[in-house]
């Protein structure tokens, strides 16, 4: 099988703001502690938040159904309970009346409210979302109502001096003030500053864990879900950009094989899903692709979920549609991975993963696009009841130019995938009549080829001259001499498959009377 990869992507962002890089640890703090001054007018803190406005014409009670059906459209996260909760308080208060919010100013009010909950701590959900509605949703004013009576957290400094005395000098306070500031929602650029330094920090494996340990996934996850709710085009681009860099900042903290169950655990894998689904941002799909593809790696749990959720048939429909080469290449490696285990094999064949993934190949515009997609059809070669219809997709025909092509890795997944096919003997003379052995001879000639590449090469000549029709072209094509000369290859490996070819072809007339 192709072998599965951690998909640790370096990339720049697409988006115009500063790119992510694997910065040093040391160089983190100076990024921390600079603090964006274009903001947006509503997110600064020395001006007031511009109220959304509500139109009431009069203090008429609003249907209490239309009050629940806000409250669940307005905030996605409340269960039934809280619902009831503030629904009580409704009742208690028959001035109150509510309207209905657009789809942005839904998003603003969901802000709004989580806003004062994190400022006054003490209230609670019923109480804040009633002092909103009296206030025709103005922050500021039902805010400055509750100073009299509420002492709110103190808000993040505007600048941050990190502390010297951590075990990771600088890197430790960094982290804990990058997941408080992220958890912050009454500042956007604050928050981007913060979000943008947990995907950077997330690059270094020693802290991966600990970004999870200490809450780093909760804000990563909330951001992310606020783009489950439609297209990119229905948000600002300052909501966007955070919803780029907690996609990435996952993708890179599921790099951790240690992170992966807990990954999970919170949620993660519905969401990533549900946003290949519903978001056009390429940024933000390839990240989620590259994520599914870390959670997938050597691990049978997350694969099943994956495939259960219906993130397989999510990400061949990208396929089938994408155009954008990141999107591209992360959907390949993803599929790539979950090709490796049997259960996914025929699935991805039964959803016409093989057409997208052999025209990829076809079109050459990108050589890791070609190679990621070369990987994932080796692995699904290895299905044994689609071979057949492998081979009528036209397979052959894409693999033969490839296994002579000057790429190392998309040659050895070339060989490596027509030795897969060739593990069954339906397949043996469509393979012979394609034209492979020939390369797959002049792999095993070559001095300079890769061992795995020369292994993959000699696994392919011992199945196929299992078949009769093939042993002769073997032979005929100076497969005899060929192999007498394996049998002293610095590889015993490759010396096992030699004999065992020896063996198969001994049997064609004349074969054995020339040794003597």
């Not at 997110?43 to 209490?64: A, C, E, F, G, H």
């Not at 955070?242 to 900042?249: P, V, Y």
Request: hydrophobic fraction near 40%; proline fraction near 3%; charge should be negative.
């Amino acid at each position: 099988m192709a072998n599965e990869k951690k998909r640790n992507k370096k990339r720049s962002l697409k988006v115009d703001t500063q790119c992510l890089t694997a910065a040093p640890p040391s160089k983190l703090a100076n990024s921390l502690s600079s603090v964006s001054t274009n903001v947006p007018d509503e997110y600064r803190d020395d001006l007031p938040m511009t109220p959304v406005k509500t139109k009431i014409t009069s203090r008429i009670r609003t249907p209490k159904h239309k009050v629940m059906q806000t409250l669940r459209n307005m905030f996605i996260d409340m269960d039934d309970e809280t619902l009831d909760v503030a629904m009580k308080a409704y009742d208690d208060e028959p001035e109150t009346s509510l309207t209905e919010p657009s789809q942005g100013e839904r998003l603003k009010l969901q802000d709004k409210l989580m806003c004062l909950l994190e400022m006054f701590p003490s209230l609670d959900i019923a109480t804040v979302t009633r002092a909103l509605a009296d206030n025709e949703w103005d922050i500021d004013v039902t805010a400055e109502k509750f100073l009299s009576t509420h002492q709110p957290e103190a808000e993040v400094d505007e600048r941050y001096t990190p502390s010297k005395s951590d075990s990771l000098p600088g890197v430790g306070s960094d982290l804990m003030e990058a997941i408080r500031r992220a958890n912050i929602r009454t500042d956007i650029g604050n928050q981007a500053i913060a979000l943008r330094a947990l995907a950077d920090l997330a690059l270094h494996e020693e802290l991966q864990t600990e970004i999870v340990r200490l809450g780093g996934t909760e804000p990563i996850l909330r951001v992310l879900r606020s783009a489950t709710r439609g297209l990119d085009s229905e948000v600002g681009s300052d909501l966007l950009e955070l919803q780029r860099l907690a996609a990435t900042a996952l993708a890179n903290l599921a790099l951790h094989e240690s992170n992966q169950s807990d990954l999970v655990t919170k949620g993660s894998l519905p969401i990533l899903i549900e946003i290949l689904n519903r978001c056009n941002d390429s940024v933000i799909q390839s990240n989620c692709c590259r994520a599914m593809a870390n959670l997938a790696y050597r691990n049978e749990a997350n694969e099943a979920l994956i495939a259960k959720e219906g993130g397989i048939k999510s990400m061949v429909t990208l396929l089938k549609t994408q155009k954008d080469t990141e999107v591209l290449v992360e959907t390949c490696a993803a599929l790539a991975n979950l090709a490796r285990n049997a259960n996914y094999q025929e699935l991805m064949v039964q959803l016409d993963a093989m057409v997208p993934l052999l025209n990829q190949i076809r079109c050459d515009h990108d050589v890791e696009i070609v190679q990621q997609a070369c990987r994932t059809v080796a692995n699904l070669c290895m299905s044994r009841p689609s071979k057949s219809k492998l081979i009528q997709f036209g397979t052959l025909d894409v693999l033969v130019p490839l296994m002579s092509t000057d790429n190392s890795y998309t040659r050895r997944m070339a060989v490596m995938a027509v030795a897969n096919l060739s593990t069954g003997s339906e397949t043996h003379d469509d393979i012979a009549a394609s034209g492979c052995l020939t390369p797959l001879f002049n792999t095993l000639r070559s001095t300079s080829e890769e061992l795995d590449c020369q292994r993959q090469a000699a696994r392919a000549l011992a199945n196929l001259t299992e078949t009769a029709s093939v042993r002769t072209q073997v032979v005929q094509a100076g497969g005899l001499g060929l192999f007498l000369s394996l049998a002293q290859h610095n590889s015993e490996e490759v010396q096992l498959l030699a004999a065992k070819t020896l063996a198969n072809i001994a049997s064609v007339k004349g074969v054995s009377q020339s040794w003597l």
